[in-house]
C-alpha cells in the first residue's frame, strides 16, 4: 500500500490546552451515538459500553506503541450473534440478562482469534496478508463502509430535518469558513448548536435527568461473565461459542479495511508501523476485556477516522483524551442521560458528513493508486464489493446467516472481494471501452 504523508496537525497540544481539550471532547461525541446504540438494542449496560470503550482505546494505544489515531466503540457486527443467543437462553428458561452473560463469552473466544491472526501474519510477514488486500479490494471496501452507515444517517435526519440541517450546515460553514478553534471543531459545534436549538424550542424531555445519579458503578456482577459461573450450563456455553466465534472472521476483515482507511486518511502505513498483528492484537485485546465484563465487543471507528479526515488533526493523544472522558463518564449516570436524550436527528445530520468522508477517503485511494478500471477483472470485483455490501445491508434481514452465524454485508462482500482478486487472473484480456475513447477524448 503507496501511502504518502499527509499534511496535518500531529501534536495537538502545541495548539494549547484549550483546544486540545475540545478536540477531545468533539472525538468523544463523534463515537457516542453508535457505540450506544448497541447496549441499547442488545440489553446490555450503556455504562459499561462507554467505560470500556474508553479502557479498550486505551489498551489498543499501548499495545501498538502510541502510534495509531484509532477510537474503539461498540462493534455492530456481533448484533446478531447476541440476539440469537438470548433468544436461545430464553428459550431454555434464563433471563435475558445472563443469557447476554452467554454470550459475551462467546465474544471474548471471538477476540481471541485476533490474536491467532495475528500470530500468523508476524510469522509469515504482513505483505502476504496485504497481498490478499490491495487498493482494488480496500478501496471500494471503505467505500462501502461509508455508504453502508449511510441509511442510519438519513434515518436519523427523517426524525426532524430542521435539527439535522442546523447540525449538517454548522458543520460546513465551520469547516470552509471557519478560522482558528472553529475550524478545527466543527462536529462538535453542530451538535452543541443543533442539540441547543432543541432544548430552547422546547423538543427534549429532561424530566427522566432528575432520576439519575450523578455518580454510580457502570456494571454490577449480574451483567458480567463472572454471573455464568453460579450455576454453568456447560452445553448451552459450548453452542454459544461455536455461534459466536466465527463472527470474528468477519470482523478482522473489516479491522484490515479500517485501518487501510485510517493509514490513508493520516498518510502513514499503520499496516507496516507499528503493524498488522499489533493492531489486530490490540482489537482482539479490548473486545476481550469488554465482553468479560458485560459490554460489548469493540471495533474501530468510521466516526472518528471521519472526524480526522474532517479537522487534520492527526495526534493520537487527542483520541487517547476522549478515552478518559468515557471512561469519567461512565460514572456519572445522569450526564449518560444528557447524552442519551440528544435528538436522533442531530447526530444523524453530523453522521452524513462523517459517513461522506469514510467512502472520499475510499474514493481517493483508488485514484491515488491509479486502479485501471479499463480492466474488466478489476471493475467486476470492485463492483461485486459494493453491490454486496449495499445489497446485503439494505435487503430484507440486513444480513447473510449460514446456520446461526450471521455475516454482514460488508464481511460478505470482503470474503468475496479477496477471493475474486486472489483466483482471477491479474491479466484478464477483455478490455472495458472508455466513453471518451483512446485518447481520453470525446
Known sequence: MDITAKEGITDARKLGMPKYVILGAQHLFAMFGATILVPVLTGLSVSSTLLFAGIGTLVFHFVNKLQVPAFLGSSFAFLGGYMTVK????????????????????????????????????????????????????????IAIGLVLSGSAIQNCTTNWILAILALATVIISSVYGKGIIKIIPILLG?????????VTGQVDFSSLDDAAWIGMPFSREQTALAVMDD?????????????MPISIATIME???????????????FLK?????????????????????GAPANTTYGE?????????????AVIRLAAVFAILLSFCPKFACLIGLMPTATIGGVSLILYGMISAVGVRNLIEDSVDFNSSRNVFVAALILVIAIGVKYGA???????????????????????LNAIMPSKLGMKV?????KDGKK
Open 87 to 142: 433468544t436461545l437462553g430464553v428459550e431454555q428458561g434464563m433471563t435475558e440478562t445472563l443469557a447476554l452473560d452467554y454470550a459475551c463469552i462467546g465474544v471474548l473466544f471471538a477476540g481471541l482469534c485476533y490474536f491467532v491472526m495475528a500470530a500468523l501474519i508476524k510469522t509469515f510477514g504482513v505483505n502476504r496478508v496485504l497481498h490478499f488486500f490491495p487498493p482494488l479490494v480496500t478501496g471500494p471496501m471503505i
Open 191 to 199: 451538535v452543541l448548536i443543533s442539540y441547543t436549538f432543541a432544548a
Open 255 to 269: 479491522h484490515i479495511g479500517d485501518m487501510c482507511a485510517i493509514s490513508s486518511t493520516v498518510g502513514k502505513d
Open 232 to 244: 454453568l450450563d456447560v452445553t448451552f456455553l459450548v453452542s454459544t461459542i461455536i455461534a459466536i
Open 304 to 316: 472518528n477516522t471521519g472526524v480526522l479526515n474532517l479537522t487534520k488533526v492527526f495526534d493520537p
Open 273 to 293: 508501523e507499528p503493524g498488522l498483528h499489533r493492531t489486530l492484537m490490540g482489537d482482539g485485546l479490548a473486545t476481550a476485556i469488554a465482553s468479560l465484563f
Open 397 to 419: 434481514d440486513d444480513n447473510v446467516s449460514v446456520g446461526p452465524i450471521h455475516f454482514s454485508g460488508l464481511a460478505l462482500s470482503a470474503l468475496v472481494g479477496v477471493t
Open 433 to 437: 471501452k472508455s466513453v471518451h475513447g
